[in-house]
């Protein structure tokens, strides 16, 4: 990019929110996905969407790209750098710019953190669910692009499940306005659906009206421990055909256990082959027998300790712990390859056993953790980019177990997304139709392919 093209960026933006020094531009590089690395020519942090307009406008004349940024907490390199680009960080538009009490609604600005938002909106007795292990750090515009899940989608969905309106400049410089406060509305094409997880390649997501729902008033959070790594995997089938719907089931394997532990320090039993993490809520008493029935299941399933939160306090530290998960596995090895393969819940036990097949086949290190209740499974890999050998066992590990999710009728991502770390399977799941019908909307809402031109690289990196 030349002098006198940033020259013209930083004059639209103004200096206060223009950044291309070395070390500026090397925190933007890369974001929680490792390996994937590219350094943008500047980064810049817009005021308003006249200025995200102009960007867009001038991009599209004098031919670089555009990479929007929220926290960059993506793990599937979403928000790396493309080459001769310019990132657009949106986590000072931070305001959340009304709850509605009436319609049960919040209208926000992408850059509001998604833990904000859920602890404003239950002031006033209300709720957002979706909740990513990342709450404390993502933004909303981010989880909206990516179509975050989180620990809840079991019983209340993912993402867009609460999305009913959305602001966006298109690549062109346009503004679209999506949706709005209705409950209902099915004038011409739902647009809206269409824009969550997009992935920023299809506009920079400017303002956004979420859906809120009345905040559940009572919860049981359990604990089950069983040595036999197969029985938990049948347990969460037993109780999704008991018909019902925990608002969490999380499964945690012996090596996430024992680094967790290492982690926290909460008394986790390190000799477990598995864990389940269980909250049921609601309101009123089916909240306590909904936990007695799945505590029966759970027994009867071989759990070989089942425990009750005592209070709100040990259930949070519970859930804090299940966070953290991630986090600890990473202390193991200098690099993290987490992953979010997803099957029908009927195949959990399968897969859970091809994630240890895959460890053992090619020799790699995995901890396995994840959203059983939904079937979305995060093996992980602990590994070192920089022994090649290691690197290249760890990346055939993962193309065997995403081809035996597939297998199983699954899909490569549940809630992080296709990114740069997934674009090689996209076909494999969506087919070639489907890749053909993506890229000819891609073409014409973004006729340049300037905005996080992802899919062009999908097309142009022979498999
Ligand atoms: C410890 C940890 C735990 C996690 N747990 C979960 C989990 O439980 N569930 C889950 O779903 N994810 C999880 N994630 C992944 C990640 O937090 C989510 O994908 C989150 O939605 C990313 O938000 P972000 O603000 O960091 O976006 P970024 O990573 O900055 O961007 C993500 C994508 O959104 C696009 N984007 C960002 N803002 C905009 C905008 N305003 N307009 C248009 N496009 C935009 C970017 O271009 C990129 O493609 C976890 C990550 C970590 C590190």
Redesign the pocket.
């Known amino acids: 990019m030349t002098e006198l093209v940033k020259g013209k960026i930083k004059s639209i933006v103004g200096d206060k929110n223009y950044l291309d020094s070395y070390e500026d531009r090397l925190c933007y590089s890369f ?2 996905t490792p390996i994937y690395k590219q350094l943008p020519e500047a980064v810049i942090f817009p005021d308003d969407e006249v200025q995200i307009s102009k960007v867009l406008k001038l991009a599209n004349q004098e031919s670089f790209n555009v ?13 790396v750098p493309v080459e001769n680009c310019v990132v ?4 000072k ?1 931070n305001k959340i710019l009304e709850i509605d009490n009436a319609n049960l609604t919040a209208t926000v600005q ?2 509001v ?2 833990g904000v938002l859920q602890s404003e909106v239950e002031k006033s007795g209300l709720f957002y669910p ?6 404390n ?15 809840r ?1 079991l019983k209340y969905g ?2 867009k499940n609460y999305v009913l309106g959305t602001e ?1 400049i298109l690549p062109n410089g346009d503004l679209l306005k999506t949706g709005g406060k209705n409950v209902k509305d099915t004038a011409g094409y739902n647009l809206r659906d269409f824009i969550v997880g ?9 303002r956004i009206i979420l859906k809120l729902i009345p905040k559940p008033t009572r919860s049981v959070t359990m604990l089950a421990f069983f040595d036999k790594l197969n029985n938990s995997a049948n347990a969460v089938t037993k109780i999704i055909a008991s018909h019902i719907t925990p608002s969490m089931m999380e499964f945690l394997d012996h090596t996430t256990i024992n680094c967790v532990e290492d982690y926290t320090h909460i008394g986790l039993p390190r000799n477990s082959d598995s864990v389940l993490l269980i909250e049921v809520d609601g309101r009123g008493s089916i909240v306590d027998e909904d936990a007695e029935r799945i505590i029966n299941i759970l027994k009867m399933s071989g759990a070989a300790v089942v425990k009750k939160a005592g209070n709100e306090v040990e259930a949070l530290t519970l859930r804090t712990a299940r ?5 600890a596995l ?1 202390r193991l090895r200098p690099t993290t390859i ?1 992953e ?1 393969t997803t099957v029908p819940r009927s195949e959990l036990p399968v897969m859970i056993e091809k994630v240890s097949e895959a460890g053992r086949k090619f020799d790699v290190m995995f901890g396995n953790f994840g ?1 059983a209740g939904d079937g979305n499974l ?1 093996p992980t890999c602990l590994t070192d980019e920089n022994n090649v050998d290691e690197l290249n066992r760890a990346h055939k590990a993962f193309d065997f177990i995403f081809n035996e999710a597939i297998k199983l009728g699954g899909t490569i991502t ?4 296709t ?1 740069l770390a997934k674009k090689n399977f996209l076909e494999s799941v969506a087919g070639i139709p489907g890749v053909d019908m993506m890229k000819k909307i891609k073409s014409v809402i973004d006729e340049n392919n300037i905005l ?1 031109p ?1 899919l062009l690289r999908f097309f142009l990196i022979p498999k």
């Open positions: 974001d929680a990479v929007p940024r929220g926290a960059g907490t993506g793990l599937s390199g979403g928000s657009i960080v949106m986590t538009w992408p850059g953190v998604t979706p909740d990513p292990g990342s709450l750090v993502c933004t909303i515009g981010g989880n909206v692009a990516n179509n975050a899940g989180g620990l989608g993912v993402t966006m997009s992935e920023g390649t299809l506009g920079i997501i400017t966070r953290s998960a991630f986090s990473a987490l979010d959203h995060h549940g809630e992080h997304g990114g996080n992802i």
